[in-house]
């Protein structure tokens, strides 16, 4: 399998792909990123799960967070709570507001996202091409109730860290129906020998990604008109979230958490294939009735040796379905 493809969220897509580059180091990865949970802040911009790809391949991830950077500092953070300017459920570090900075400052010179991330790629030679889906702004909103029970759309962001994923009516994905696949993401799809979804979140970073380009030309159509054989890898073991709230999105879709329901809501005409986790043998069977076939082995990324043999078993998975 020279040319991979993975379409990958923030924490769950960077483990994986770590493990996946130390299976396949011949491989030619391309990684289409979630771009729905970026924000700008105190006039920078964010984009959380490419910078958690880009830290965590190029070796500067916090090691225990798996998210921010390493022996990161806070000084700005405790400056601007001095002034009483938030938000306050936002903390950026100091070694991370340098590449806002940079990503910023080039956004405002006219170059697109795509562009940028490859210029920051550039200092951390990730081992992978790392594209964010669209160059365009695709936000994802989650409508909640407020204090007032009454219905109110609030940023991704805002929902998740400050508000702490509460029940959820409807996630939506502003713009994304407008947006464009940045350059280069219909053809990585096109031309992938295996197309990865990683345990990433199934709604806001998998569905965000494939959300991009509307009634357009699509991500989501690309994936299912690939020749490809696609599978992923359940992000939910049991009944729940391996990490995170996923259940609380999962929730506002009408989907299960279970590793079948999850199968699935991408699809059988999305997916060849989908890896459970080895207690979920149960899931083989549901999974395999709507179309897709289903394989239970371990899929807890507890070390950078288990990670690898998922990704050791997801190519296997893929070399058999595209006989
Ligand atoms: P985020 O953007 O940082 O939330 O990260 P992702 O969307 O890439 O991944 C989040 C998902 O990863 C969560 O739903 C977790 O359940 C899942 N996850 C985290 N660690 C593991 C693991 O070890 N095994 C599996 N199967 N899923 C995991
Ligand atoms: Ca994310």
């Not at 002034?83 to 950026?92: A, S």
Request: aromatic fraction near 4%.
């Amino acid at each position: 399998m020279k040319k991979i493809t993975v379409l990958a969220g923030g924490v769950g897509g960077a483990r994986f792909l770590e493990g996946l580059l130390r299976a396949a180091p011949g491989a030619e990865v391309t990684v289409i990123g979630n771009v729905g949970d970026d924000i700008t802040l105190h006039g920078l911009r964010v984009c959380p799960d490419l910078d958690t790809v880009m830290y965590t391949l190029g070796g500067g991830i916090h090691p225990e967070q798996r998210w921010g950077r390493d022996d990161e500092s806070f000084g700005v953070a405790r400056e601007l709570a001095e002034y009483g300017v938030g938000p306050d459920w936002f903390t950026l570090g100091d070694k991370d507001i340098a590449t806002h900075l940079v990503r910023t400052q080039m956004l405002e010179a006219g170059y697109p996202l795509s562009a940028v991330t490859e210029a920051l790629c550039a200092r951390w030679k990730p081992g992978v091409r790392l594209l964010p889906a669209t160059d365009d702004r695709a936000e994802t909103h989650v409508v909640v109730r407020d204090e007032e029970n009454k219905r109110s759309a609030v940023h991704f962001q805002e929902y998740w860290v400050r508000l702490h994923a509460p029940d959820a009516e409807q996630i939506v994905f502003v713009g994304a129906d407008e947006a464009k696949p940045a350059p280069g993401v219909l053809e990585a799809i096109a031309e992938a020998d295996v197309i990865v979804l990683p345990p990433s979140n199934p709604v806001v970073s998998i569905g965000a990604i494939l959300a991009v380009g509307g009634t357009g030309k699509n991500i989501r159509d690309a994936v299912i008109s690939a020749r490809a054989p696609v599978v992923g890898l359940s992000p939910i073991i049991g009944t729940a979230p391996v990490r995170g709230m996923a259940d609380k999105v999962l929730a506002a879709e009408g989907v299960q958490t279970t590793p079948s329901a999850v199968a699935a809501y991408h699809g059988a005409d999305l997916l060849d294939g989908w890896l459970v986790h080895d207690t979920d043998v149960d899931q083989v069977a549901p999974v395999e009735q709507v179309g897709i076939r289903c394989r239970a082995v371990p899929l807890l990324m507890k070390s950078l040796d288990a990670t690898a043999e998922m990704a050791r078993a997801t190519l296997e998975f893929a070399a058999e379905l595209a006989r």
